[in-house]
Structure formats: structure tokens, C-alpha cells
């Protein structure tokens, strides 16, 4: 048996070329930067969950940014001016985030346990499934149109600082080989379908078109199930508004070329366009064909007739 506190011999796992000279890593089913495979390690291993603990889990690129400024918001009502000064990003952690990369400090150690904890992640249910199983911790999954969310990555890696150039034929190809960080997304989104379809008390599962279509009705029933209701609706505008890809975007520290992880991924290019449909501005009739092929394979012969 594994060794847990050993470190994963990353030559031992299947490689795949990835954006230029760099490569992904397959850690149990999924792909991962070389980098991140013994942090995801660490959270599998040693991240205990609390039943209070609320978890933000989404395949990168679906409106993770977004949900963390909303659910930060929904739960710390009195701090939730802090946005307007803090990166999404920071505010609300990654489980294997940049706390861990550069100190090797859990950041989530008990020293953070004494209010609602509220962390994110982009590891796969399947990955986590041990530890997410173990608790009622609350959930809120979150995922994106298919083809919105390739042509989102493929803008965000290719302003990755010192970045080579990433075609767009090439992140298709990645995208539907399922060789993209913590892919395959269509595994990741099935993952935490199936276990919002087991447990709908703890898991709300929503989608970015749907959080565009009706931003108010989404922020009342997140407080709802996070156990924070609204007693008014004037509340739920302001968090709505402050919350908004427009306000949000304006704030100078989002803007900025600032980073949490050195010299990789500025703060301001977590915030594109922030819009449905931009796909069809990128992407050939034949490869949204290609896509819309796979969703229909993998999500709608599940009976899960969303993504195309
Ligand atoms: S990451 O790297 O996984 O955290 O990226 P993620 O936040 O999941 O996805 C980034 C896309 O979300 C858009 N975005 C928003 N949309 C709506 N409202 C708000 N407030 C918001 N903030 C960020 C962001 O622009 C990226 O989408 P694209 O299509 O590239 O614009």
C-alpha cells in the first residue's frame, strides 16, 4: 500500500504534452501541472472536512471567481465591502491553493476553524470522494457551458506570464482528449452531478448561464441552503451588484498585474468578458460540431441534457 506521507514519484505517471514545452501529469483519472500532483496529494490525504465547512468545487474556467465573490458575500454580510480591495481569489482559498505551494502551511488548519469555514477547490469528486463522503459539509458545485469554457482557458493560458503561444486548434484538442488541469471536464462535471444526485440536501449544483439568466434568484437560494437566508431583497442586489463582472472588474486590484502565485497568472486575468455564448466568436461551425458531439456522448446519454 501507498505510503501517505511519501511523495508521489511524478515519473512515474502517465505524461501528456500540454501548452508549449510544458506537460500534465495523470493523478488517478485526471491531469494535473507537475507541481500540484503532491498538493492534491496533502488535501486528499489530510483535509478533514468540517460539517460546518462550506466548499466551492468547479473545473477551472466555469465561474469559480465569480461564485467565490458571491458566496464570500453571502456568508460574511459585514466584511463583504472587503472585495472591493481583495482578489476574489484571496479572499476565499484554494484547498490546494498557494498557501499550501509556498509554505506547506494547510490552509486549513484548525487555526481558521472557529467561524464557517469556506474554501474552494478543483479536484474532481472522484478524487476527493473519501473525504467529501465523511462529512456533511456543504457543497455548491458550479459549472460552465463546454465551449465557453475551453475558449475562456485558452484566453487565460495564453496570458500566463512568459507564456508560449497556445493555439486555439490546440486547446480543442486538449479540451476534448480531456488534457487540460484537473480534467477531463466532462468526468469533473459528471463527478459532483452524481453527487448532488445522491445528496441534493448537501450539494447545490448550479450552472454559470443560469446564475447569469437570474443572479438575484440564485444569491437568495444560495443563502437559503447555506443556511443564510435573506430577510429582504435589498441585500441580495447589493450582493448581486458588488458581485457583478462589471463591478468587479473596476476594482484596481483586480485589474492588476499583482499575482498569488509569482510570475504566473495576474490578478486581472481572471476577468475576460464575463458573457455567455462568446464560443461562437472563436470557434468553426465543424469544431463546435466536434464538442457538441462529446456533450451530447457524455452528458446527454446520461440524461443530463445541458452544454450544448
Ligand atoms: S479560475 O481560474 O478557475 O478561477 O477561473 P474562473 O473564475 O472559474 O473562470 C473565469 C471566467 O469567469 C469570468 N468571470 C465572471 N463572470 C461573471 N461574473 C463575474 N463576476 C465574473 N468574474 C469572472 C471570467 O471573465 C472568465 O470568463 P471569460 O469567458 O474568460 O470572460
Known amino acids: 500500500m501507498e505510503n501517505d506521507e511519501l511523495d508521489i514519484d511524478l515519473a512515474s505517471l502517465p505524461k501528456q504534452k500540454w501548452v508549449g514545452d510544458d506537460h500534465l501529469l495523470q493523478f488517478g483519472g485526471f491531469w494535473f501541472v507537475p507541481q500540484h500532483i503532491n498538493l492534491i496529494k496533502k488535501v486528499i490525504n489530510h483535509f478533514n472536512p468540517l460539517p460546518t465547512d462550506v466548499i466551492l468545487a468547479s473545473s477551472p474556467k466555469t465561474g469559480t471567481t465569480w461564485l467565490k465573490s458571491l458566496l464570500y458575500s453571502i456568508l460574511n454580510r459585514s466584511s463583504k465591502h472587503k ?18 505551494m509556498q509554505s506547506n502551511e494547510l490552509p486549513f488548519s484548525t487555526a481558521l476553524s472557529n467561524t464557517c469555514r469556506l474554501f474552494s477547490t478543483h479536484i474532481s469528486y472522484q478524487l476527493l470522494a473519501k473525504t467529501l463522503d465523511s462529512c456533511e459539509c456543504r457543497i455548491v458545485y458550479v459549472t460552465r457551458n463546454p465551449k465557453d469554457t475551453l475558449v475562456s482557458l485558452w484566453h487565460f493560458m495564453n496570458k500566463r506570464r512568459g507564456h508560449q503561444p497556445w493555439t486555439i486548434n490546440e486547446a480543442v484538442d486538449a479540451f476534448c482528449y480531456g488534457v487540460t488541469p484537473y480534467g477531463p471536464y466532462y468526468d469533473h462535471v459528471i463527478g459532483y452531478r452524481a453527487l448532488y444526485l445522491k ?52 476594482h484596481e486590484v483586480n485589474k ?12 486581472n486575468s ?25 456533450t451530447k456522448h457524455r452528458f446527454h446519454s446520461l440524461g443530463f441534457m445541458y452544454g450544448i
Open 83 to 100: 472585495l472591493a480591495f481583495k482578489h476574489p481569489h484571496e479572499l476565499v482559498p484554494f484547498l490546494e491553493g498557494p498557501v499550501l
Open 199 to 250: 445528496r441534493p440536501k448537501n450539494v447545490m449544483f448550479v450552472t454559470y448561464e443560469e446564475m447569469k439568466e437570474d443572479p438575484h434568484g440564485h444569491v437568495k437560494k444560495l443563502g437559503d441552503f447555506l443556511g443564510c437566508p435573506f430577510d429582504g431583497e435589498e441585500e441580495v442586489d447589493e450582493i448581486v451588484k458588488n458581485c457583478s463582472f462589471e463591478v468587479l472588474s473596476s
Open 256 to 267: 492588476s498585474e499583482q499575482s498569488l502565485i509569482k510570475n504566473l497568472f495576474p490578478y
Open 270 to 294: 481572471f476577468f475576460r468578458k464575463g458573457i455567455t455564448g462568446d464560443h461562437e466568436n472563436y470557434l468553426s461551425n465543424e469544431v463546435i460540431q466536434r464538442i457538441d458531439t462529446l
